[in-house]
């Protein structure tokens, strides 16, 4: 069995309301909308944010805190990812073809945790104090570009 094979079971399917089909229908004349009205004629829409006449939520919250719109996103990867890709030489472009990264766009700082233990070429827009000096105590060479 699967999801195609399933066969809708009687009354499972409600019938839609026709609607402006005579007082005796109970939906007669204005439809369901009711009289007058912001949502009574057509072109009016229900936004998911109005709440009628109450306050709304966005208004009732506290604002707090800070957003730093000059924030620079980076990428961080540390020595141990690296030294599992066992490569001579690690750019952002190797980090992305191999899943470490999401974009080429965002810089990538690399970090210190982990050890390498064969020497390897290092290209990335940042080091961390810890990872230059484990790279360069591998016999490798941070490069910043």
């Not at 094979?5 to 004349?29: C, H, M, P, Q, V």
């Not at 009289?35 to 057509?42: A, L, Q």
């Not at 000059?70 to 980090?95: G, H, K, T």
């Not at 233990?117 to 080091?127: G, I």
């Amino acid at each position: 069995m699967n999801l195609g094979s399933l066969k809708y079971s009687s009354g499972s399917i409600k019938d839609t309301k026709r609607l402006g089909r005579g007082n005796a229908s109970g939906t007669g004349g204005t439809a369901g909308r009711g009289h007058k009205g912001d949502h009574s004629r057509s072109g009016s829409k229900r936004r998911s944010w109005s709440e009628g006449g109450t306050m709304p939520i966005y208004r009732r919250l506290p604002k707090r805190g800070f957003t730093n719109i000059f924030r620079e996103e980076v990428q961080i990867v540390n020595l141990d990812i690296i030294a599992r890709l066992q490569l001579p030489e690690i750019s952002p472009e190797i980090l992305y073809q191999n899943g470490v990264i999401k974009s080429l766009s965002k810089p990538v700082k690399i970090l210190g945790n982990g050890e390498l233990t064969e020497p390897v070429n290092v290209n990335a827009n940042a080091f961390s104090k810890s990872a230059k000096e484990k790279i360069e105590a591998g016999g490798g060479r941070a490069n910043i570009i």
